[in-house]
């Protein structure tokens, strides 16, 4: 089983749509959660953080479901530049290693169509 | 504020030649991560430095592969004798020192590689 599960899609929305993506971790003990956007032959850039309590910025919505170890990105309002591939992204730290380095989800694609 | 930096962007080697990978964190980052991308996969960890330091190295393959952060300069990833394989985009990462687990790291343009 991968450390993080992502459907790869690809999603394919029009613009205006709401769109929402899914994540699952395997690792109980993982502590921090993020969202990174990767264009196409770019660097992934990180979107947001993802805290226990939910968080929003702007049109994105990140929620955090410990018990289920499941993570969700909601999109409103799509945008074309919205096109793009989302990581999940989780953060494990050993305590014999101290370990700090991601795990990246192979990633969703998504496609907002004009 | 300059980001992270890596150069060369795009490299090509021939098999049996060595690639030698650079990367600059952001100013005031002492943390230091490679992490490989192979074509249409996701990103995979690699190595983990501080100043002088290899504090993780767990995803890196056992031979030819080596990493530093010296106290003075880049961060240097070095693939010898590079074969087919290793024809990925190198993507180096940076996150600041500092307390708590919310360890956001901010990654530098990449380094193509492409062994022919």
Same mark, same amino acid.
């Given at each position: 089983r991968k450390e993080v599960e992502q459907d790869p899609g690809p999603f394919n929305v029009p613009e205006g749509a709401t769109v929402a993506f899914n994540c699952t971790y395997s690792?109980?003990? $993982?502590q921090s959660f993020f969202w990174y956007r990767q264009d196409c032959r770019k660097e992934p850039k990180l979107l947001m953080s993802v805290y226990s309590s939910g968080n929003e910025d702007g049109r994105f919505t990140a929620q955090l479901n410990r018990a289920s170890q499941y993570i969700s990105l909601l999109i409103r309002? $799509?945008?074309? $530049?919205? $096109?793009a591939t989302y990581l999940c992204v989780v953060n494990l730290r050993t305590l014999d290693t101290g370990r700090r380095a991601l795990t990246f989800g192979s990633g969703t694609r998504l496609q907002v169509q004009p | 504020n300059a980001g992270v930096m890596q150069n060369p962007r795009h490299l090509v080697r021939r098999r049996g030649q060595e690639a030698r990978l650079r990367c600059s964190p952001m100013k005031g980052h002492s943390h230091v991560y490679w992490y490989r991308q192979l074509p249409e996969e996701g990103l995979k960890f690699m190595v983990y430095l501080q100043k002088e330091n290899i504090? /993780?190295?767990?995803?890196?393959?056992?031979?030819r592969f080596s990493a530093e952060f010296p106290k003075e300069g880049p961060s240097i990833l070095r693939i010898q004798q *590079? *074969?087919? #394989? /290793?024809s990925a985009a190198y993507f180096c990462a940076s996150s600041p020192?500092? #307390? #708590?687990?919310?360890?956001e790291q901010y990654f530098g343009p990449g380094t193509r590689l492409t062994v022919t």
């Open positions: 690792n109980s003990a $993982s309002d $799509s945008k074309l $530049s919205d $096109s | 504090i /993780d190295e767990s995803g890196m393959p056992k031979e *590079v *074969v087919r #394989g /290793d020192r500092r #307390g #708590g687990y919310s360890y």
